[in-house]
């Protein structure tokens, strides 16, 4: 068990629609990064916040946004979904900025 | 850019067999070099890390050594056994960014 929770841990929903992913970081780590993986795109990094700002951005698309809250947990939007959306979706934290990062385990998101 | 490049799995093995993942990368400055396993149907866990070159990370048996001179972090272990199987990714950080840049990971299989 890392410490990293997420939720859900399954998510189906229809194409148009809105979903949040939670996430809650390891006691005391600031950073927060959302990763997305799928079978063409492999490991893709989203987006990073560290206490509370926008640190990172990575490839996210303009219909996905994050935030992260004052204790520290983060969601991660997603609208507008598509089929191609459908992906495994993990949240990672890390202690400080450039430190080894500690995995959730992932909510899976089917579109239909 | 950064980048990881893994040897193409799936590798099958029996029990006991002797195991090398090759890993080699390209990065800006001086990148740590991470080892994660994905076992089904869970999220990713550090394996194992080195932060320099000739740094050795070991954990459960797995070693990796980061070269500097081949730009390679090849993880190795003397004896594999059934629950070994899994998704091995290897990664990497540099101090220019926070996400980490993935392989696109190399599938083990240990049979009896």
């Known amino acids: 068990d890392s410490g990293v929770t997420q939720t859900p841990k399954h998510l189906i929903t229809a194409t148009g629609q809105r979903v949040t992913l939670r996430c809650s970081p390891r006691?005391?780590?600031?950073?927060v990064y959302w990763y997305q993986q799928s079978l063409d795109q492999g490991l893709q990094f989203l987006i990073q916040?560290?206490?509370?700002?926008?640190?990172a951005k990575g490839n996210i698309l303009e219909r996905f946004s994050a935030q992260q809250f004052p204790d520290l947990h983060s969601e991660l939007n997603l609208s507008s979904l598509e089929l191609g959306d459908s992906a495994l979706y993990f949240c990672?934290?890390?202690?400080?900025?450039?430190?080894?990062?500690?995995f959730g385990p992932g909510t899976r998101l089917t579109v239909t | 850019g950064n980048s990881v490049t893994q040897m193409e799995g799936p590798v099958t093995l029996s029990e006991e067999a002797f195991l090398t993942i090759n890993c080699t990368y390209t990065?800006?400055?001086?990148?740590?070099l991470f080892w994660y396993v994905q076992y089904p149907g869970e999220g990713l866990q550090l394996l194992l890390k080195?932060?320099?070159?000739?740094d050795k990370g070991s954990n459960k048996g797995f070693e990796a050594t980061y070269r500097k001179e081949t730009t390679s972090f090849h993880l190795e272990k003397g004896s594999v056994q059934v629950s070994d199987s899994a998704v091995y990714f290897c990664?990497?950080?540099?101090?220019?960014?926070?996400?980490?840049?993935f392989g696109t990971g190399t599938r083990l299989q240990v049979t009896l």
């Open positions: 990672a934290s890390s202690a400080r900025d450039n430190y080894e990062q500690y």
């Open positions: 006691s005391g780590d600031l950073s």
């Open positions: 916040y560290y206490n509370g700002e926008e640190r």
């Open positions: 990065a800006t400055g001086y990148p740590s």
């Open positions: 080195a932060t320099k070159a000739d």
């Open positions: 990664a990497l950080l540099t101090g220019t960014a926070s996400k980490l840049t």
